[in-house]
């Protein structure tokens, strides 16, 4: 084989690879998450010190309890993006008996739609 045409191929595999890693990424979009995690850290961190230093809105007695509510807030606010995170993003699970039945569903709904798209069919 010639120099160049290996030269060729690694760099086309190469190109592969670059493009298989770059779509795995972009669909677990792990820097939006990173991105969201910092955000809730540093927020957390700056309620944090706004507390120690006993600035507003932690100036009025006690102020525990208001930052855990802020907190909560944060933490909450967090959860619920998680939670919207993960339902689109993970396949629905079925048990035998709800699998066998969403196939039935499925298969009368296709059933009809044709019904309905040839109605010549049903003579």
């Avoid at 191929?9 to 939006?32: D, Y």
């Avoid at 809730?40 to 120690?52: D, G, N, R, V, W």
């Avoid at 396949?91 to 296709?110: C, N, T």
Wanted: charged content about 25%; some cysteine.
């Amino acid at each position: 084989m010639p120099e160049g045409l290996n030269l060729k191929i690694a760099v086309g595999l190469l190109g592969v690879v670059v493009a298989v890693i770059s779509g795995v990424l972009a669909l677990h979009k792990f820097q939006e998450n990173w991105i969201q995690y910092r955000c809730t850290t540093e927020a957390l961190m700056h309620e944090k010190f706004l507390f120690m230093t006993r600035t507003e809105p932690y100036d009025q007695d006690p102020p525990f309890p208001f930052l855990v509510h802020r907190v909560e807030s944060l933490i909450s606010t967090e959860n619920s993006s998680w939670v919207q995170y993960i339902a689109r993003n993970e396949p629905i699970k079925y048990s035998k008996g709800e699998w066998d039945a969403v196939i039935l569903l499925r298969s009368h709904a296709i059933r009809q739609k044709k019904r309905r798209e040839w109605p010549g069919d049903r003579f």
